[in-house]
């Protein structure tokens, strides 16, 4: 059966992108590793590997890429893919069965990530762990999460009691009361209410415009808006891609 002109280009893009033979829109995820700067983030040859009940099952294979100072990157690709998993690894939270991280930005956890919390503590005494932790001062923080994630009272609450929008609103202040270098972004940019999410996306996109970015999202316009390149990813496999309209293309037709 003969393929619609459409439906064949999206093929031909597909086999492209995960082919050895790629134009110069495409960055190869191999190449330039001796020419990454110093300052950065460089993921190297990142596989993973899960036991099952089916037998070895390999999200990650062989996924690199690099991200300096101010760039912002966007993970593209279908559920199952394995964006969530590279996500984990790159924050500390997995180990890589293979490769290496070179973490050479101030990096933060997963934007918006609640499972650290210690349940039984209130958000204050966490926040008070945090600011610790991360040697800040912690009248600072404080003030700062009281502030933003507008919790008045209940911020003295055990986090356990908290709603998931509440746990949410604590995460994504916490995670901006520390000045990281590259933000981690999982899916998360809509927080709360109309008005709570504009004053989450004017706090993390245009006061740390500076800061380097590794976006998950299936919003293309957040992608379109804010990332210099892209790494589609599909069935484990990922390739860097400079032309981002390239990249959603591409991402629009797996």
């Not at 995820?29 to 099952?52: F, M, Q, W």
């Not at 958000?123 to 404080?142: C, E, H, Q, S, W």
């Not at 209410?193 to 245009?206: G, S, T, V």
């Amino acid at each position: 059966m003969k393929l619609l002109p459409s439906r064949q280009r999206d093929n031909e893009k597909q086999q492209l992108l995960f082919s050895d033979t790629m134009p110069k829109a495409v960055t190869s995820t191999n190449s330039g590793a001796a020419e990454l700067p110093t300052k950065a983030l460089s993921v190297r040859n990142i596989c993973k590997d899960y036991h099952t009940n089916i037998g070895l099952r390999r999200v990650l294979d062989d996924v690199s890429f690099s991200v300096a100072p101010g760039e912002k990157i966007g993970v593209l690709g279908r559920n199952g893919a394995g964006k969530s998993t590279l996500v984990k690894i790159i924050g500390g939270a997995e180990l890589p069965t293979s490769g290496t991280i070179e973490r050479g930005l101030f990096m933060s956890w997963p934007l918006a990530l609640s499972g650290g919390f210690d349940g039984n503590m209130s958000g204050l005494a966490n926040t008070k762990f945090i600011a610790r932790i991360y040697d800040k001062p912690v009248d600072d923080m404080i003030a700062f999460v009281d502030d933003f994630a507008e919790l008045g009272a209940q911020l003295k609450m055990p986090v356990k009691m908290y709603s998931s929008g509440m746990r949410m609103r604590l995460a994504f202040a916490l995670t901006l009361a520390v000045d990281f270098e590259c933000f981690l972004i999982d899916e998360v940019t809509a927080v709360g209410d109309a008005r709570f999410n504009k004053k989450c996306h004017e706090a993390l996109f245009e006061r740390r415009a500076h800061c380097a970015m590794v976006i998950i999202s299936h919003d293309i316009g957040t992608i379109k808006s804010y990332c210099n390149k892209a790494l589609v990813m599909k069935n484990g496999r990922a390739k860097v891609i400079e032309d981002i309209d390239f990249a959603i293309s591409i991402y629009q037709g797996l």
